[in-house]
């Protein structure tokens, strides 16, 4: 296979990396790793794996030691990375919700808003968009990196505030830490080279993983219903559908029953069954997807 007819893709070590690699293979990617191993091994022979830190891809991305990559938008805007992006896909280790950069301090101190730090120590691993932030708003403070632990640093006095990522702000409290702001919400995003964007190949794969691991990702809360239903009870029973399309109906042989296969959002469908079985609904069967496009 020529060089160009292959993809040289990044996934994210550490706290993202197993909800990454379950994305892919609900996407039809399995990847299969090895003990102390960056180069995983996975079923298509157009991709060639590596595995780093988020906090790295997006350098590796840019400088064309990786073709493509998932990482944060948070680390892209750290590293100001020149690359395309090709879309965002929001998932994380605990939620689908975005996780979100906060500023924090001790939940007894005095400190009530941001202005409150001028003159002050924070600690955060997202260095420059912290300058950055506290520079716009004009207040002047000392940002420091932090090597790990970061919430310790202001329990154990070693600053007066962190800035540190949340997605439900429970490690924070269970330090009696007390957020004050939230400086950035990020989410994952599928970025590439730009040189390699332009390669018509190359372009056509990365987009292809895109269609494919966004329908994961669209599937995760949606699952199809099917049934049988009475024909003159099928009015009644389309006024309770909210499907995402149409319901397809057929005909079952030789009786006035229809058959009714929809897809509907996974957390109305406890409220939803015992409904239709109220109006005539049955053999009422209900399935996972894998990917919804």
């Known amino acids: 296979m020529a060089e160009s007819n ?3 893709l990044g996934i994210p070590k550490g706290s993202l990396q197993d909800a990454t690699i379950s994305l892919f293979e609900r996407s039809g990617w399995k990847i299969r790793q090895h003990h102390r191993n960056y180069f995983p091994e996975i079923n298509d022979p157009e991709i060639q794996l590596s595995m780093c830190r988020a906090q790295e891809m997006s350098r590796y991305v840019e400088d064309g030691t990786l073709d493509a990559g998932l990482t944060g938008k948070d680390w892209i805007l750290e590293n100001e990375s020149d690359v395309e992006v090709i879309s965002d896909l929001v998932y994380s280790k605990v ?4 996780a979100r950069w906060v500023l924090a301090v001790n939940g007894d101190s005095p400190f009530r808003r941001p ?3 001028a003159g002050k120590k924070i600690a955060t691993e997202l260095v420059h968009f912290t300058e950055q932030y506290f520079t716009n708003a004009k ?5 420091e990196f932090s090597w790990g632990a970061t919430e310790a640093k202001v329990v154990e006095g070693l600053a007066d505030a962190i800035v540190e990522v949340t997605e439900t702000g429970t490690t924070i409290k269970a330090h009696g830490l007390r957020i004050i702001a939230e400086l950035l919400q990020t989410n994952t995003r599928l970025i590439a080279n730009k040189e390699s964007w332009t390669d018509p190949w190359k372009r056509q794969k990365m987009q292809n993983i895109d269609l494919l691991l966004q329908g994961a990702l669209r599937a995760e809360k949606l699952v199809g219903l099917k049934m049988n239903v009475p024909e003159d009870k099928m009015g009644d029973i389309m006024g309770l559908l909210p499907s995402l399309t149409s319901p397809t ?3 079952l042989y030789n009786k006035d029953w ?9 957390g109305v469908v406890r409220d939803l ?16 997807l894998n990917k919804v496009i």
Do not use: H, N
């Not at 939620?95 to 975005?98: D, G, I, N, T, Y």
């Not at 207040?139 to 940002?143: G, H, K, L, R, S």
């Open 6 to 8: 292959v993809l040289k």
């Open 95 to 98: 939620s689908s919700r975005p």
């Open 249 to 251: 109906v057929a005909g």
């Open 139 to 143: 207040i002047p403070v000392d940002v």
């Open 273 to 288: 069954i015992p409904k239709l079985m109220a109006l005539g609904a049955e053999g009422v069967i209900e399935y996972a």
């Open 115 to 117: 202005e409150d730090l």
């Open 258 to 266: 229809l058959s009714v296969e929809i897809v509907v959002e996974e």
